[in-house]
């Protein structure tokens, strides 16, 4: 992506320099930044918090996957407590998808038994 800085040249005047900007590099970089910054002295619970809100805060961003990050900075760092809770965070995100879609289903059937009804009203 190219993006424009804004400086001044010799006399005053703004001129606007063309450079290069990688949002994904930015994105990776700030990932990794908030996973350094997570305090392996915490308990379980914490660290879980922590990376949920990692995972919560770049999730929606299609530019990078955060998940794949979080993954090369737990194996790079090898630390129990770390490792289990990304994996408990990983089961109950699986576990809550699984509900959604349960749910989601459920209205559906609704959705085309409201249908039927009305069909059979009119």
Request: proline share 1%.
């Amino acid at each position: 992506m190219i993006a424009f800085e804004d400086i001044r040249d010799d006399a005053g005047e703004i001129k606007l320099v063309p450079f290069e900007y990688d949002e994904t590099a930015k994105l990776k970089e700030g990932i990794r930044k908030n996973l350094n910054n997570i305090d392996l002295n915490l308990d379980d619970d914490e660290i879980y918090g922590q990376l949920d809100e990692i995972r919560c805060a770049y999730e929606g961003d299609d530019a990078v996957d955060v998940w794949q990050e979080i993954e090369a900075f737990i194996a790079a760092n090898k630390n129990e407590k770390l490792s289990r809770s990304w994996q408990e965070l990983q089961d109950d995100l699986r576990r809550m998808r699984a509900k959604l879609q349960t749910s989601q289903k459920e209205v559906q059937s609704n959705v085309e038994l409201l249908n039927q009804i009305l069909k059979v009203a009119i």
